[in-house]
Protein backbone atom coordinates (compact mmCIF):
# COMPACT_ATOMS: atom_id res chain seq x y z
CA UNK A 1 0.00 0.00 0.00
CA UNK A 2 3.12 1.76 0.48
CA UNK A 3 4.32 2.15 -3.16
CA UNK A 4 0.80 2.98 -4.09
CA UNK A 5 -0.04 5.87 -2.57
CA UNK A 6 3.49 7.58 -3.44
CA UNK A 7 2.55 6.66 -6.84
CA UNK A 8 -0.64 7.83 -6.70
CA UNK A 9 0.81 11.25 -4.83
CA UNK A 10 3.32 10.81 -7.83
CA UNK A 11 0.49 11.03 -10.11
CA UNK A 12 -1.01 14.38 -8.49
CA UNK A 13 2.49 16.19 -8.11
CA UNK A 14 2.89 15.79 -12.29
CA UNK A 15 -0.72 17.09 -12.74
CA UNK A 16 -0.61 20.03 -10.57
CA UNK A 17 3.03 20.94 -12.11
CA UNK A 18 1.14 20.56 -15.36
CA UNK A 19 -1.29 22.73 -14.26
CA UNK A 20 1.59 25.61 -13.14
CA UNK A 21 3.35 25.50 -16.37
CA UNK A 22 -0.30 25.55 -18.57
CA UNK A 23 -1.59 28.32 -16.46
CA UNK A 24 1.34 30.36 -15.58
CA UNK A 25 3.69 30.04 -19.06
CA UNK A 26 1.37 28.89 -21.77
CA UNK A 27 -1.89 30.52 -20.66
CA UNK A 28 -2.03 32.67 -23.82
CA UNK A 29 -0.96 29.68 -26.35
CA UNK A 30 -1.98 26.17 -25.05
CA UNK A 31 -4.74 27.14 -22.75
CA UNK A 32 -7.44 27.88 -25.36
CA UNK A 33 -6.80 23.85 -26.31
CA UNK A 34 -7.00 22.71 -23.26
CA UNK A 35 -9.90 24.75 -21.95
CA UNK A 36 -12.09 24.76 -24.95
CA UNK A 37 -14.92 25.73 -23.23
CA UNK A 38 -13.65 29.40 -22.34
CA UNK A 39 -14.02 31.90 -25.52
CA UNK A 40 -10.33 32.28 -27.26
CA UNK A 41 -10.61 36.19 -26.53
CA UNK A 42 -10.44 35.84 -22.49
CA UNK A 43 -7.14 33.62 -22.42
CA UNK A 44 -4.96 37.49 -22.86
CA UNK A 45 -7.51 38.88 -20.83
CA UNK A 46 -6.95 36.44 -17.96
CA UNK A 47 -3.53 35.69 -18.13
CA UNK A 48 -2.61 37.15 -14.74
CA UNK A 49 -5.34 35.59 -12.89
CA UNK A 50 -4.29 31.81 -14.31
CA UNK A 51 -0.78 32.71 -13.83
CA UNK A 52 -1.71 33.15 -9.84
CA UNK A 53 -3.67 30.00 -10.23
CA UNK A 54 -0.86 28.25 -11.57
CA UNK A 55 1.32 29.52 -8.58
CA UNK A 56 -1.37 27.95 -6.12
CA UNK A 57 -0.87 24.61 -7.91
CA UNK A 58 2.90 25.16 -8.15
CA UNK A 59 2.55 25.11 -4.32
CA UNK A 60 0.62 21.96 -4.17
CA UNK A 61 3.14 20.14 -6.05
CA UNK A 62 5.81 21.18 -3.93
CA UNK A 63 4.28 20.28 -0.66
CA UNK A 64 3.61 16.91 -2.34
CA UNK A 65 6.88 16.87 -3.10
CA UNK A 66 8.09 18.07 -0.36
CA UNK A 67 6.58 14.67 1.54
CA UNK A 68 9.18 12.43 -0.47
CA UNK A 69 12.22 14.21 1.10
CA UNK A 70 10.35 13.21 4.61
CA UNK A 71 12.62 10.60 6.80
CA UNK A 72 10.00 10.24 9.60
CA UNK A 73 6.49 8.03 7.98
CA UNK A 74 4.58 9.47 10.35
CA UNK A 75 5.44 12.94 9.38
CA UNK A 76 5.59 12.13 5.71
CA UNK A 77 2.04 11.14 6.34
CA UNK A 78 0.80 14.24 8.02
CA UNK A 79 2.30 16.34 5.26
CA UNK A 80 1.07 14.38 2.60
CA UNK A 81 -2.64 14.24 4.10
CA UNK A 82 -2.59 17.92 4.52
CA UNK A 83 -2.13 18.99 0.78
CA UNK A 84 -4.10 15.97 -0.78
CA UNK A 85 -7.01 17.64 1.42
CA UNK A 86 -6.01 21.05 0.09
CA UNK A 87 -6.23 19.03 -3.54
CA UNK A 88 -9.26 17.27 -2.67
CA UNK A 89 -10.90 20.36 -1.33
CA UNK A 90 -9.59 22.61 -4.70
CA UNK A 91 -11.02 19.69 -6.64
CA UNK A 92 -14.24 19.58 -5.10
CA UNK A 93 -14.98 23.55 -5.42
CA UNK A 94 -13.54 23.24 -9.18
CA UNK A 95 -16.07 20.30 -9.74
CA UNK A 96 -19.15 21.95 -8.56
CA UNK A 97 -18.03 25.48 -9.36
CA UNK A 98 -16.41 25.12 -12.97
CA UNK A 99 -16.84 21.53 -14.47
CA UNK A 100 -17.67 18.50 -13.37
CA UNK A 101 -14.14 17.09 -15.18
CA UNK A 102 -12.20 18.54 -12.47
CA UNK A 103 -13.47 15.90 -9.86
CA UNK A 104 -11.91 13.14 -12.20
CA UNK A 105 -8.51 14.95 -13.50
CA UNK A 106 -7.94 16.64 -9.93
CA UNK A 107 -9.93 15.10 -6.86
CA UNK A 108 -9.90 11.18 -7.50
CA UNK A 109 -6.60 11.00 -7.71
CA UNK A 110 -6.07 12.70 -4.54
CA UNK A 111 -8.81 10.83 -2.99
CA UNK A 112 -7.08 7.56 -3.90
CA UNK A 113 -4.12 8.40 -2.61
CA UNK A 114 -5.67 9.56 0.34
CA UNK A 115 -7.16 6.42 0.74
CA UNK A 116 -4.04 4.39 0.60
CA UNK A 117 -2.23 6.48 2.91
CA UNK A 118 -5.14 5.46 5.39
CA UNK A 119 -3.82 1.87 4.88
CA UNK A 120 -0.18 1.94 5.66
Not at 1 to 7: A, E, G, K, P
Not at 18 to 24: A, D, K, R, S
Request: glycine content about 6%; charged content about 10%; aromatic content about 20%.
Amino acid sequence: MYLISRILIAIVIVEHFYFLWLEMFVWTTRGPKVFTHIPAALFKETKTMAANQGLYNGFLAAGLLWSFFIADVGWQRNVSTFFLACVIVAGLYGAYSVSKRIFFIQALPAILAMLMLFFI
